[in-house]
């Protein structure tokens, strides 16, 4: 379709743009044959590409994408069908050869068992038999030991056998004794009774250094406890001190916000009652009804404010008109 002219103005005459791609190809083709024979225009006079001819040419190129686009397409599906018997082919393959490596993994499984079965027991072996070594060094070890300590106490036989001929000795003389069992009883526990009593008084002189230490620190700890509440009661006498004086200051100062907020609680009270009495008197003068509450000073001070900006709008209306007049009256 022609598009329609908007202007009367407009002097460019719009080609019409056919839809039919037979008569399109036509023209486009009558076009290039006109354009051999037309003579070499300047560069500004050369006729421009015909908008139908570019649609042939973007549709034939669009046919020839789709074309393109179907042989692909059938390629596609060929190829398809090719991987799709390869797949098949290789997934026949894979299941042979996961059927033999189940197989070779069951036989390499049994044979690894078998192994490890063997070098459990080699290992076993080789341990017990190493035990077994290392026990036969320490009784052998042992042996050794023993033969020293027998050489060990035949010597010290040898050395306190004159100990045993002086105890049997003093036994024949004294007549105290039966046996040399009796003496070493009696001196272990002659021995036995001085390490007590050693004990003992070691223990009481040490509890009676802890309980001076004790006393000392407890008579410290006291003089410290009776300084430090001497301390805090000149503390407590000077916060004392100074909070009586706080006291005293800020109920100066409480009585004196209170005479404050009597006076602006008087002010606010005239200034309500001023707007109140502007807001009936702007309501009076336009013949307006009140409508505002008493107590809404908000919006009495809206509307006075608004009453305020249309008086100076009307006062300038007044002195431009007049300034108006006066330079007329002048002229």
């Known amino acids: 379709m022609a598009p329609h002219v908007k202007n009367s103005k407009n002097l460019i005459h719009r080609a019409q743009i056919t839809t039919d791609p037979q008569k399109a190809i036509a023209e486009y083709f009558i076009s290039k044959a006109e354009g051999?024979?037309?003579?070499?225009?300047?560069?500004?006079?050369v006729a421009r590409i015909s908008p139908a001819a570019e649609l042939v040419k973007a549709r034939r190129e669009l046919d020839l994408?789709?074309?393109?686009?179907?042989?692909?397409?059938?390629?596609?599906?060929?190829?398809?069908?090719?991987?799709?018997?390869?797949?098949?082919?290789?997934?026949?393959?894979?299941?042979?050869?996961?059927?033999?490596?189940?197989?070779?993994?069951?036989?390499?499984?049994?044979?690894?068992?078998?192994r490890e079965r063997a070098e459990h027991k080699i290992a076993e072996e080789l341990l017990l038999q190493n035990k077994r070594r290392e026990e036969i060094r320490e009784m052998e070890a042992k042996l050794?030991?023993?033969?020293?300590?027998?050489?060990?106490?035949?010597?010290?036989?040898?050395?306190?056998?004159?100990?045993q001929e002086y105890l049997e000795r003093?036994?024949?003389?004294?007549?105290?004794?039966?046996?040399?069992?009796?003496?070493?009883?009696?001196?272990?526990?002659?021995?036995?009774?001085?390490?007590?009593?050693?004990?003992?008084?070691?223990?009481?002189?040490?509890?009676?250094?802890?309980?001076s230490t004790e006393m000392v620190r407890l008579t410290d700890d006291k003089a410290q406890k009776l300084i430090n509440l001497n301390n805090r009661l000149a503390d407590l006498q000077g916060r004392y001190d100074k909070a009586k004086v706080n006291a005293l200051r800020w109920e100066t100062a409480v009585q004196?916000?209170?005479?404050?907020?009597?006076?602006?609680?008087?002010?606010?009270?005239?200034?309500?009652?001023?707007?109140?009495?502007?807001y009936q008197q702007i309501c009076r003068r336009k013949g307006i009804p009140v409508e505002v509450d008493r107590d809404d000073v908000e919006r009495q001070l809206v509307h006075i404010k608004r009453t305020i900006l249309e008086l100076k709008r009307i006062v300038r209306v007044a002195r431009r008109k007049a300034q108006t007049e006066a330079k007329s009256k002048d002229a």
Do not use: P
């Open 144 to 163: 050794n030991d023993m033969k020293e300590i027998k050489k060990s106490m035949e010597k010290h036989v040898a050395d306190y056998g004159m100990y």
């Open 170 to 211: 003093v036994i024949s003389e004294t007549g105290q004794f039966q046996s040399i069992s009796e003496i070493l009883t009696r001196y272990e526990c002659l021995t036995e009774a001085r390490k007590e009593l050693s004990e003992r008084q070691d223990e009481n002189l040490q509890a009676l250094e802890d309980a």
């Open 256 to 278: 004196r916000i209170k005479e404050t907020t009597a006076a602006k609680h008087l002010e606010l009270t005239q200034v309500r009652a001023c707007c109140w009495n502007v």
């Open 36 to 45: 051999r024979n037309i003579k070499k225009l300047s560069e500004w006079d």
């Open 65 to 114: 994408a789709e074309n393109q686009l179907t042989e692909k397409q059938q390629e596609q599906v060929e190829k398809r069908k090719e991987m799709d018997k390869h797949w098949a082919e290789l997934r026949r393959k894979e299941l042979i050869f996961r059927q033999s490596f189940q197989k070779f993994n069951k036989f390499a499984k049994e044979n690894q068992e078998k």
